[in-house]
């Protein structure tokens, strides 16, 4: 397994040959580092990867101008090979969060962290990742920027952000740039999925449909539909006096798709069965309806397909999807494919928990774009693995394959000497950063002491 990551990182070697020289050799620490490393930072990769060096691995990660749009780029294609271009291939929408400390990391801010389901001090990025059955791997990322940052020329400039990247766009836009981009690369996918933040922006599902992409998104709750065609119209002027109407009006009722649901009977809800898990077969509830949708300003509503799910066993946990699926495609799987939004929850986990998704130590834009192509494709390369060995191992996960890379991979030696090397390097650094911050401190208590006036000589 060792050889086929060495195989693999060779790769993508072209990438890494600049004009001024070739990081191919502290890509490979890095890379290496993403799955030996206990914690992946680079401190952590210095004293795990045999060979691995602080300073180059840092001016790698920070400082050398190799492209990761280049390096995404190559992951997306290779990632169609092993799972685009089935029925069931997916492109999976979603953000998550990281959170940070301080001010200066290039676009954190006080926003919602869906990790940790509050508002957090945090960057948030936004993901596309190819989806086929359980195997998911990342393909396009965008970090978003809220309007803190893109309204800051010099907050932006001292974060490297590129001028063209400095106006605000929201994450529902971020998105539609993902799916655009992935086509434009040629990859194979026959739904686009996201989750709630995403499907209650019906202009969200409405490029989707103007570009002719089938779509399953969730909504909430709250989200308005009408049980027949809406027929918007500017309703006639009510008497000679007052202002004319100009706005679209429909001409029937709306509901609340919870409120629509609380009305079904019993017998209505169909059983589907989604997936084997650990604690055995997931099965759920189904109601299906098509519904008409309207924004309030387009001058036609959309007839789409809402499709609600409850866990069989409780009856509860309620979860809303709409889909412009046509009437060929069947409820069944619809459902089906609204429930495999779990995978990319999955690889979210696998991406943070294995190969060090949060763990960067990075503030600028070029370093935390840098550090997600690389754990891009060192998920790329854990997708491909669990393919290799699913016949003889079906049950073979990312932390197996992580676990057999470490065990198998060189490794610096953990002689005592070794570890007391280690140890003085981390201390030289504390003692560096501590001294940095104590004259900062000084520099700002002396700009905040005015000087004494000297006295005059005559």
Known sequence: MADRLMAFCG??????????RNVSVPAGHYFCGLF?????NMERMEEAVLGADYEQVQHFLSESPWSYQAVMKQVAQEADRLLGGRSDSSLLIDESGFTKKGTRSVAVARQYNGRLGKIDNCQVGVFATLCRGSAVCPVGVRLYLPTEWTQDAARCHDAG????????RTKQVLALELVQEARQQGLRFNWVQGDGAYGHD?????????QEERFVVGVHKTQRIYLEDPRPEIPAQAGPRGRRPSRLQAQVPAITVEKWRRQQPTAAWQPLALRDSTKGLLEVEILHQ??????GQSPHA???????????ATQSEYKYALSNAGPEVGWETVARQHGQRYWIERAFEDGKGQVGLGDYQVRGWLAWHHHMAMVMMAMLFLVEERLRHGPQLPLLSCTDVVELLCFALPQRKTSGAELLRQMRVRHAKRQASIEAARRAQEIRRAARTPSKARPRSD
């Open 11 to 20: 790769r993508y070697h072209p990438h890494f040959q600049v004009v001024t």
């Open 36 to 40: 030996q490393a206990p914690k992946k």
């Open 161 to 168: 952000v590129p001028v063209a990247e400095r106006s605000h």
């Open 202 to 210: 019906l202009k969200f599902c409405q490029a989707l449909a103007d």
């Open 290 to 295: 098509w519904v008409w949708v309207w924004d």
């Open 302 to 312: 959309r007839r789409w397909r809402l499709v609600v799910q409850r866990e069989a």
